[in-house]
């Protein structure tokens, strides 16, 4: 059974620096595809980054390219998302998520596990 817990959202203001932290458990976490994802309110949830199992491969929305960076530790089972400069329109829910297979996607629906979200406001 894979269970995912995100820690590290705070009310920061713009400009801030923040840290999400997703801790999973289960087996390999190695062989999954992992992605972070946000909803603000009255939005629908959203890709923000994905990282591959290997660490190669990095994607991000193009409204946190040079600004989030995705990144995971295979031997502590972790997964990270840096958010640097901080906006309040970065304001939303931060979920983490695991994809079985190799395929990169944005959807969704593609990703087999999600955790229950850490709340990230950013006040201007």
């Known amino acids: 059974q894979v269970q995912l817990v995100e820690s590290g959202g705070r009310l920061v203001q713009a400009g801030d620096s923040l840290r999400l932290t997703c801790a999973y458990s289960?087996?390999?976490?190695?062989?999954?595809?992992m992605g972070w994802f946000r909803q603000a309110p009255g939005k629908e949830r959203e890709f923000v980054a994905i990282?591959?199992?290997?660490?190669?491969?990095?994607y991000y929305q193009d409204s946190v390219k040079g600004r989030f960076t995705i990144s995971r530790d295979n031997a502590k089972n972790t997964v990270y998302l840096e958010m640097n400069t901080l906006k309040p329109e970065d304001t939303a829910v931060y979920y983490c998520?695991?994809?079985?297979?190799?395929?990169?996607?944005?959807?969704?629906?593609?990703?087999?596990?999600w955790g229950q979200g850490t709340q990230v406001t950013v006040s201007s």
């Open positions: 990282i591959t199992r290997n660490s190669i491969g990095t």
């Open positions: 289960g087996p390999t976490f190695s062989s999954y595809l």
């Open positions: 998520a695991a994809k079985r297979d190799v395929l990169v996607t944005t959807k969704l629906s593609s990703y087999d596990y």
